[in-house]
Each structure stands twice: as C-alpha cells, then as structure tokens.
C-alpha cells in the first residue's frame, strides 16, 4: 500500500513538473511574442512616422516653390487645404442626414427646401461681406481666422443636432458654414495678389491654390467616411472643430503684408478723388466688359453644373439611368468623374498661364455645351460620367480664369466687394440650376432635359461672342479714327514747336492690353500685382 502512495506521489509530481515545464515554456514564448509584437508596432509607427514626414516635406516645397514661401502664398496655400479639408469632413458627416438616406419624394422636398434656404440669404450676404472686408483691409488675417474658429463652432452644433435628429439646428448651421466658407474664398481671392511672387501669374497661383485643396478634399472624404462609419457623423464634426479651431491660430500667423497690400497714398486719394469717385454699388454695377463677360460665362457654367448634379442625383434614386446597376456604385462613379474633372481643371489652369484668360472661360463653356448635347443624344451611364467629368472640368477652369480677371481688373478698393457678387451671383445660378434640374426628374428621364440645358447654355454662348466681337471692331474702330486724326494733325514736336505737356495722342486711345485680350495679367492701368515684399 505504501509502494502504491509513493508510486502515485512519484507521478504527480513528475505530471506536475511536466505542466509547470510547458507553462513556462508558453510564458517565455508569449513573452518573446509580446516583444516581437511590440518591436513590430514600433517599427511600423516608425515608418508611418517617416513616410508622414516626408510627404509633408515633398509637399512643403511644392507649396512653397517659385517664392511662394518668401511671400506668404505658400502659407496660405496650407490654409486653404486645411478649410477644404474640413468642409469635406462636414460633408460627410452630414452625407446620412440631409437627403441620400431618404425616399426619392421625401428627398426632393428635403432637397428643395434646402437649397431655397441657401440662395436667399446670398442676396443680403454679398452687400455686406465684401464692403466689410473692403472697409477692414487691415484685419484681413483675423477676419479669415474668424470664418475659421466661426465653422468649428457651427460643426459642434451640428454635432449635437446630429445625434438629436433636429434638422431646424441642422440646417441655418449647414447654411452658416455654407456662408463663412464663402467669407473665406472671398478674402483669400482678395489678398490673392498682395501674396503673389514675381514668377508666378495669377492663373497658375489661383490653380496651385485649386490643386491642393481638391486633394486635401479627397483625402479627408475617405478618411471621414471610415471615421462617421466607426464612430458616427458627429464625433467627425467634433473632430473638424480641432481642425477649424488650429486653422483659425495659423490663419493669424500669414505675414502682416497681407493685412495691408499697396495701400501707400490710399488716404490722400480718398481725400482728392471723395467727389469725383462713383458709388461704391455704381463701381460694382460697371466692372468693365472683361469682368462682365467672364462672369456671364461662369454663372452658365455654374447652372448647368447645379442641374446636372440633382438632375443625374434623382435619376440614378429613380433608376432610369441607362446601362447601370447598383445606384451606389452609379453614384460613386459620377462622384469621382467630378472629383477628377475638377483635378484635371486646376491642371490645365496651371498650363495655360500664358494664355488669355477671357478665351478660357470661352473655350470652357464652349466644351461643356457640346458635352451637354452630346449627353442628351446618347443619354447612358457612360456619357452621364463624361458629362460630370467635363462639368466639373469647366467649372473649375472657368472659376480660376475669373479670379485671374477680377484680380487684375478691378482696383483694392473695391475688389473684395467684387469678389462677394461673384460668388454671390454663381451661388444663386448653382442653386437655380439644382431647382431646375429637380422638376425636371420629375418629367424627364434625361435626354430632353440634357439638350434643353445644354441648348440654353450654347444661346449664352452665341450671345457672348455676338457682345465680344462687337466690343472688338468699336476698339478698332476707335484706334483706326485716332490713327487718321494723328496724320492730320501732327504732334507739335513733329512741327518744331514745343510740347505741350495736355496734349492728346493717338497713343492715349489705344486700347489696353486687358482690352486687346493681351496675355499679360497686369494691364497699365492697374497697379502692380508683384508684392513688394517679396
């Protein structure tokens, strides 16, 4: 018996020592595991570290390339991503609540209430946001940081109307950002040539301004989508105030330059010209033909690009698009054809530098009308993801190309307040094309409505080139009548008199480079564009 409990003594402890064997065994390699892992997560979080660095570098000196980081473009060219970012982020966080997850009928209505809401109150804004920042030239920096720290704000009320389902905090916030992205553009347009290099012209800096924000969009959107999908849309928009409020503390860190460009003799010419300067509204109701025409031409553009993005949006939800399946997957090819038509757009802004601008917008809603046609004849998925590419592709071209006109054609003075009409006036047009193209879902399945559009767009065009070629031969008319009368009556110098210094000469009535359609982005009659820091 004792044999027996020493023989079974033996064997648990040999079991036990066995078991306690394999534990530590299993620690050891748990432990190794455990360092392996954590030596792996730190090598990784290196690398990401690393490559994170690197592409801020490589994208430092493409900003800050051609002196754009002595004069201050570079920094602003940063700023501006940053906004565009968040505004992507606002939108996706809001991509569930405002109309894409409601029925096609219900949405309409969702959809129409909300862009009456955003036209009417453009009319009141643009008379006060480009005079304020006229008045306030000075402050311009902290103006543009208010419409930042202003957006994180209206994000964090979002946010909490997110998660309560109250579309009447919802939507005056989605307005009031809609409004202060708005304020933004105008003064960063503004200030756009107290900020430009001596070898950049104002297309190509407008377009590199273009290109990093349509990429900093496009990398937020995923980002944010992954983000509202893990956590929800209103932790995305808490998120985007950090990223609006740290915007705002850079935004008062542009150089002072900004606050105040060629403003030397401002005050004595207030005071000598007070009586003799038209009103500031008569000034903005005669921008001059360039302006005029190139905002004509826009605010086409602008309206077909508002009626093809519900117009196609309604016809996917209704599924009468033909040769496609799957409306998501229908709707995310035409959300990347614009996406990449805008892209494309920024590009050839760049290249066509030397190029006149005017002939742009021409050219770019010459394309879109025949791209319009050609949709409505042979209405498909295919011709309806060619049509957003090339709509994208021209609004993009034709923006660019009007800021590059308003920069140089129209004075300090008054350019901010001429910035706020434009985009005051292509606002309404986007927001009266996205009414028209939501009655027209209702009675058309695409190709009536595409060629209806598109034909109305090709009378605008007829007319603009009808006004053009006019303005031209008066221009000619008047240099051939200078010329003659200069024959007739020679200069006093020619006649071997004295000079007289009031004289008129066929030179005074030439006409300016800006109305030759010259290439040149600094006509004689404006002041330099150059910034005299740089």
């Given at each position: 018996m004792r044999g027996g409990w020493e023989q079974a003594r033996r064997t648990v402890g040999t079991a036990a020592r066995k078991v306690a064997g394999s534990a530590a065994t299993a620690g050891r390699a748990t432990i190794r595991m455990g360092r392996a892992t954590v030596g792996g997560t730190r090598v990784a979080g290196k690398a990401a570290a690393g490559g994170t660095l690197r592409v801020g570098r490589a994208t430092r000196r493409l900003t800050y390339a051609q002196g754009a980081g002595r004069t201050g473009l570079g920094r602003l060219i940063e700023l501006s991503a940053v906004g565009a970012a968040g505004d992507a982020l606002i939108t996706v966080a809001l991509a569930g609540t405002l109309f894409f997850g409601l029925p096609v009928d219900e949405a309409r209505g969702q959809v129409a209430l909300y862009l009456l809401i955003t036209m009417a109150p453009f009319a009141v804004v643009a008379p006060l946001v480009g005079p304020a920042l006229d008045r306030f030239r000075s402050a311009r920096r902290y103006v543009?940081?208010?419409?930042?720290?202003?957006?994180?704000?209206?994000?964090?009320?979002?946010?909490?109307?997110?998660?309560?389902?109250?579309?009447?905090?919802?939507?005056?916030?989605?307005?009031?950002?809609?409004?202060?992205?708005?304020?933004?553009?105008?003064?960063?347009?503004?200030?756009?040539?107290?900020?430009?290099?001596?070898?950049?012209?104002?297309?190509?800096?407008?377009?590199?301004?273009?290109?990093?924000?349509?990429?900093?969009?496009?990398?937020?959107?995923?980002?944010?989508?992954?983000?509202?999908?893990?956590?929800?849309?209103?932790?995305?928009?808490?998120?985007?105030?950090?990223?609006?409020?740290?915007?705002?503390?850079?935004?008062?860190?542009?150089?002072?330059?900004?606050d105040a460009p060629d403003v030397e003799g401002d005050e004595e010419e207030e005071e000598g010209h007070r009586e003799r300067r038209p009103a500031r509204w008569r000034t903005l109701l005669n921008v001059g033909p360039a302006v005029a025409e190139a905002m004509r031409a826009n605010a086409a553009i602008r309206l077909f690009s508002g009626f093809l993005l519900f117009f196609l949006l309604f016809v996917v939800q209704d599924g009468n698009l033909p040769g496609g399946q799957g409306k998501e997957m229908i709707i995310a090819m035409l959300a990347g054809a614009a996406g990449a038509g805008g892209l494309v757009g920024a590009a050839v802004a760049?290249?066509?530098?030397?190029?006149?601008?005017?002939?742009?917008?021409?050219?770019?809603?010459?394309?879109?009308?025949?791209?319009?046609?050609?949709?409505?004849?042979?209405?498909?998925?295919?011709?309806?993801?060619?049509?957003?590419?090339?709509?994208?592709?021209?609004?993009?071209?034709?923006?660019?190309?009007?800021?590059?006109?308003?920069?140089?054609?129209?004075?300090?003075?008054?350019?901010?307040?001429?910035?706020?009409?434009?985009?005051?006036?292509?606002?309404?047009?986007?927001?009266?094309?996205?009414?028209?193209?939501?009655?027209?879902?209702?009675?058309?399945?695409?190709?009536?409505?595409?060629?209806?559009?598109?034909?109305?767009?090709?009378?605008?065009?007829?007319?603009?080139?009808?006004?053009?070629?006019?303005?031209?031969?008066?221009?000619?008319?008047?240099?051939?009548?200078?010329?003659?009368?200069?024959?007739?009556?020679?200069?006093?110098?020619?006649?071997?008199?004295?000079?007289?210094?009031?004289?008129?000469?066929?030179?005074?009535?030439?006409?300016?480079?800006?109305?030759?359609?010259?290439?040149?982005?600094?006509?004689?009659?404006?002041?330099?564009?150059?910034?005299?820091?740089?």
């Open positions: 543009m940081a208010g419409t930042l720290m202003a957006r994180g704000l209206l994000c964090w009320s979002m946010a909490a109307a997110v998660v309560s389902e109250d579309a009447v905090t919802l939507f005056p916030a989605a307005l009031g950002v809609l409004v202060l992205s708005k304020a933004y553009n105008v003064s960063r347009a503004a200030i756009m040539p107290s900020v430009l290099p001596a070898d950049i012209s104002l297309v190509t800096a407008n377009a590199r301004v273009a290109l990093f924000t349509l990429v900093s969009a496009g990398i937020a959107i995923p980002i944010g989508a992954g983000l509202a999908a893990w956590l929800g849309g209103e932790w995305v928009l808490r998120g985007t105030l950090v990223l609006f409020m740290v915007a705002g503390v850079h935004a008062v860190r542009l150089p002072r330059h900004v760049s290249w066509v530098r030397n190029h006149s601008p005017q002939v742009t917008v021409l050219i770019t809603l010459a394309v879109s009308t025949v791209m319009g046609l050609v949709a409505g004849f042979l209405f498909n998925l295919w011709t309806a993801v060619a049509v957003a590419l090339i709509a994208a592709f021209a609004q993009e071209l034709g923006k660019l190309s009007l800021d590059a006109i308003v920069q140089r054609e129209i004075g300090e003075e008054v350019r901010s307040s001429t910035f706020g009409v434009v985009e005051a006036l292509l606002q309404i047009a986007w927001v009266a094309g996205g009414l028209a193209g939501l009655i027209m879902s209702l009675y058309s399945r695409g190709p009536a409505a595409l060629t209806i559009i598109a034909a109305l767009m090709g009378g605008t065009l007829v007319w603009l080139l009808i006004g053009r070629r006019r303005r031209l031969r008066g221009t000619e008319a008047r240099v051939a009548a200078a010329r003659a009368g200069s024959r007739r009556h020679p200069a006093p110098e020619t006649a071997g008199h004295a000079a007289d210094p009031n004289a008129t000469t066929a030179t005074d009535v030439l006409p300016r480079p800006a109305d030759r359609g010259d290439r040149g982005d600094n006509p004689g009659h404006t002041k330099p564009l150059t910034n005299p820091h740089g």
